[in-house]
């Protein structure tokens, strides 16, 4: 079972623009077993910062998992994750894109980004419950995840 | 939420194990997974770029929706397997689950480092091994949106 130390809880990064829809998540991330600390950030400069430790987020910790939209405002999804995995850093933290796209292209975009997968986002309360259940159980608790810097 | 994706085609997963028992043991899992699929099992890496590449005897292959892997490998390591595919423009976009006996730090990081979608240390315990691939049935069969061919 993976490493992830029960003291420290699980922190995951959150990058969404929707008001309704980060709400949604973070309540369906909350309902888990799992302590999490969910951090939220609404655009994908934002994001940048926030995991390079810049200005306003010098102290943020280094996330275990990130959901990352790929409509963003200032700088896109499919932007945020070529930077992530072109980090020596950072390339290691997986990626769950949330897309509301059904469009074949932009997901095979993500995948050839380095996307470690791609996700539907849910259409309703029940269908984020069920699905951020299953990202969470699978990604925090089935899969290894390299130890954070 | 059920996901009409592939229009309604099983999803192919190919698997790349060279262990009988537990290659078994996983099919016996997928076989009686909710999502219709099918499992091309290979045996060692060779064979499986071979059967990516569609030579020989697998010159009808089907290209795979998702690639299970062990790093234990006779031959070609499963790490060189790994950089073979994800180097590949025809094939990086694949979905790679590494399953592995390993939980070495190392072995993860470096799977990681090579764009693996993801790790699974496979249990030791048989019924925490089904529950493993059960996991990864759960997951990856269900809410992921696979890229398309």
């Known amino acids: 079972m993976p490493h992830s130390s029960p003291d420290r809880g699980v922190e995951v990064l959150l990058v969404e623009d929707s008001r309704d829809d980060a709400d949604l998540m973070v309540a ?122 | 939420m059920s996901p009409l994706f592939h229009g309604g085609r099983p999803i192919e997963i190919l698997l790349v194990e060279d262990n009988i028992d537990e290659a078994e043991m996983t099919l016996d899992v997928l076989r009686d997974g909710r999502i219709r699929n099918h499992v091309h099992w290979v045996e060692d890496g060779e064979d499986a770029l071979e059967f990516l590449r569609r030579h020989g005897r697998h010159c009808a292959a089907p290209r795979p929706d998702l690639i299970l892997l062990d790093l234990r490998l006779p031959r070609m390591s499963g790490q060189e397997v790994l950089a073979e595919i994800k180097e590949n423009p025809a094939w990086r976009r694949i979905p790679v689950v590494i399953m592995t006996a390993s939980d070495d730090e190392k072995d993860i990081l470096a799977a990681y480092d090579k764009h693996a979608n993801c790790y699974i240390t496979k249990p030791v315990d048989f019924d925490k091994f089904m529950e493993a691939v059960r996991s990864i049935e759960d997951f990856w069969l269900t809410i992921v949106r696979l890229p398309a061919a």
């Open chain 1, 28 to 149: 369906a991330l909350s309902e888990g077993e799992l302590r999490l600390y969910v951090s939220v950030v609404q655009d994908g400069e934002e994001a940048m910062s926030y995991l390079r430790r810049q200005g306003p987020y010098a102290a943020s910790r280094r996330p275990d998992l990130i959901l990352l939209d790929l409509h963003l405002p200032r700088k896109n999804g499919y932007e945020v994750l070529a930077e992530v995995k072109a980090d020596d850093d950072l390339r290691r933290i997986p990626v769950v894109i949330m897309t509301s796209s059904d469009n074949d292209r932009a997901i095979n975009a993500a995948y050839d980004l380095h996307a470690n997968c791609c996700v539907c986002k849910p259409a309703n309360q029940d269908e984020f419950r069920e699905v951020v259940g299953k990202i969470e159980r699978f990604w925090l608790t089935f899969a290894q995840r390299p130890r954070g810097a």
